[in-house]
């Protein structure tokens, strides 16, 4: 599914915040009063080198320019800072590039995990198998090792036409290309269903950024969001 960066970006916060956003044409959007709200008042984002600013409908027209002031200074924080508590800074990838290891490969590592590996769900993450194992979650893939499940990718957040990748593994088993394995292969069954994969991580996730970049993600916008 080819789509322009801001429909991609529109896709991305769907999934995400459980919105529904108008199609992104103007450098400003806001979200209507009767929908579901965000836990964000601003959502600005840099998209192709254009910025695109998305309000929550009650923030106030006196306190839109300070908001965005903010925002602008968050973006020139360097990515080895942290910003304000209250705001938040992402980098949103969709697959764009060849990833370092070959599909072949990740298949040797990873595999779908079925209603039988609840178990190892459970042991990896007590108390999470109703979570993990929800439609919504789907597809839901491991890379188990010596009878141990050790990293594990999921959907975190899915709509009718994208998902978002949520993916953890063990702190032993780090650096081994298992958390790329299982990425890999999620991506692969989420795009087979015919919906967009995407993956974000916070602009200080240094690991995170790197796993995307190996799983062959490009970033298509760098956006911070101002919380209430």
Known sequence: MRSTPRTLLRLHIEAVWGIQLPPITQNTVELLREGIQPSWKLY???????????????????????????????????????????????????????????????????????PDDQALVDTFDSGSVAYYFHPDRRPLIGVIVEGR??????????????????????????????ALAATLLWAAEVTQADLVPFYSASAENTASLRLAEAAGYRAFARAATIEA
């Open 44 to 114: 600005a984002a840099d998209v192709a080198g254009e910025q695109v600013v998305i309000w929550r409908p009650d923030v106030a027209a006196s306190e839109r320019e300070t908001l965005l002031v903010r925002a602008r200074e968050a973006f020139r924080v360097p990515s080895t800072e942290r910003v304000a508590p209250h705001i938040s800074r992402e980098v949103v990838f969709h697959q764009a590039a060849s990833p370092t290891m070959s599909f072949a490969a990740a298949q040797q590592v990873a595999r779908l995990l079925t």
């Open 149 to 178: 499940l050790l990293s594990l990718a999921h959907s975190s957040r899915r709509t009718p036409q994208a998902c978002e990748l949520g993916i953890d593994t063990r702190p032993e088993a780090r650096r081994k290309g298992y």
